[in-house]
Every structure is written in structure tokens, then in C-alpha cells.
């Protein structure tokens, strides 16, 4: 069973008075343990599929599944859980608290998740641990470089144990060498069982998925496999 099952998924906005068909029939499989890639242009329709994908939006039409549960029909709040239990987020800006620690923010996911405090600590230490912060855990965002942030990001993004990693354009921000830490690490974690989904406009970025779909006006235009990029050794 594929942990995501997508089926002619459309999505329509009205925008005054002129209606935008951001999503045109979409439909796709995405197998557990899968690193894909999805790109095009400004305006193509990859962001608003990350949005459902994620159940920030809902379909206007159409099916999808997150491992075996129907998503489009749910209320606010099952779709908040299923978030919750089975996505981690990663996005461009690392939306990060900025006078929090990095300890603190890896926890947030955890207070919204109702995790005992002591839990919550110990979670977030060994996320952080994950991605190579174990010494910078008091620091708060203002203390961290692009790249440290960016990893307290992807740490807030483990601690619930996802299935599923959705990562918005998650090196945008950063200079082509922290760009490559981040996507190595993401490779890693792909290695250990996590389905990583990211948007990306940057080949170079889009070289490290083993699958590359690319999207223009609404529709997959092209699917294709083939070997990711291989990390050089730090």
C-alpha cells in the first residue's frame, strides 16, 4: 500500500472574480522509504499539492490517502491529528520562535501533542543529538547560523516519529555548502526509513531525490526514477 495515494485530484481558487485551477486531475503514488523530488515554475501547482499532501488544504475534487486513511473528508481537527502523527515540516524560512532555545522549539510539537514534559525533554535532546545540535541546545535562533536553524527545523520535524517528511524549498535560504549539509542530512534520514517529500526549484537540490516530478499548469508533466546524487563525505 503506497503511504500516499493521490486520484485526480483537483484544486480551484476564486480570486476576484477570475478562477484559478491550481490543480488539474492530479494523480500519483508515493511508496513508503521514496525520496521525491517535486518541481516547476512559480504558479505550476507543487505547493498547493504539498498543502494537501501535508492536510493544510483540502482538495476541491478527488481522492487521497495517507497510509490507508482517507484524508479529503475529515474534519479540522482529524486532520490536525493526522498531521501531528504522521508529518514533519520543513520550510524555506525554518519559522522558528525567535526567543526561544533550540531546545524549546524542537519541544512545541510535543505540547501541541500533549507529551509529558519530561518526555518532551528527552525527545527533543535526542533529536537534536540527530542532527548534530547536541551542544547547541540553549542557543536561540539569533545565536544560530542559517544552517544550524535549519536543523533545529528539521529536529522539530522528527520528534513526533513521522512517517513522512514534507520539506518546502528547505534550502533557499542557505549558501550552496549548508545546502548540501541540509540535503545530506535529509538523504540520511531517508536512509533510516523516513519518505521524504520536498518542492524545490534547484536541479542541483532535485539531484539527491531518487524520483523527480515536475509539474507546469496543474499537471505532472514528468515522473521520472533514476540514481539520487551520492553525498561526498563531510
Known amino acids: 500500500m503506497p503511504l500516499i495515494e493521490a486520484r485526480d485530484l483537483t484544486k480551484v481558487y476564486s480570486m476576484g ?3 484559478v485551477h491550481a490543480l488539474r486531475g492530479v494523480s500519483l503514488d508515493i511508496d513508503e522509504g521514496e525520496f521525491v523530488a517535486i ?10 499539492l504539498m498543502n494537501i499532501f501535508g492536510c493544510l488544504d483540502r482538495p476541491t475534487e ?3 490517502s495517507l497510509a490507508g486513511e482517507a484524508v479529503e473528508a475529515m474534519s479540522a481537527d482529524q486532520l490536525a491529528s493526522v498531521r501531528n502523527r504522521r508529518i514533519g515540516f520543513v520550510f524555506q524560512q525554518f519559522n522558528l520562535l525567535p526567543r526561544t ?5 524542537v519541544e512545541l510539537p510535543m505540547v501541541y501533542a500533549g507529551v509529558k514534559a519530561a518526555v518532551r525533554h528527552e525527545r527533543a ?12 541546545l540553549d542557543h536561540t535562533p539569533a545565536e544560530l547560523s542559517g544552517g544550524q536553524q535549519q536543523r533545529v527545523a528539521i529536529a522539530r520535524a522528527l520528534v513526533n516519529q513521522p512517517q513522512l517528511i514534507l520539506a518546502d524549498e528547505p ?39 531518487r524520483r523527480r516530478i515536475v509539474f507546469r499548469d496543474g499537471r ?13 563525505p563531510a
Open 171 to 209: 534550502t533557499g535560504a542557505l549558501d550552496s555548502q549548508t545546502s548540501e549539509d541540509i540535503m545530506r542530512l535529509l538523504t540520511e534520514l531517508n536512509g533510516q526509513g523516513i519518505t521524504v517529500v520536498l518542492v524545490t526549484h534547484e536541479h542541483d537540490v532535485a539531484a539527491w531525490a
Open 62 to 64: 478527488g481522492h487521497l
Open 17 to 19: 472574480g477570475t478562477t
Open 220 to 232: 505532472i508533466v514528468e515522473d521520472t526514477r533514476g540514481p539520487a546524487r551520492q553525498a561526498v
Open 101 to 105: 532555545s533550540a531546545l524549546e522549539n
Open 39 to 48: 518541481m516547476g515554475a512559480s504558479g505550476s501547482g507543487k505547493s498547493t
Open 125 to 136: 535532546l535526542t533529536a537534536l543529538q540527530r542532527v548534530g545540535l547536541g551542544e547547541r
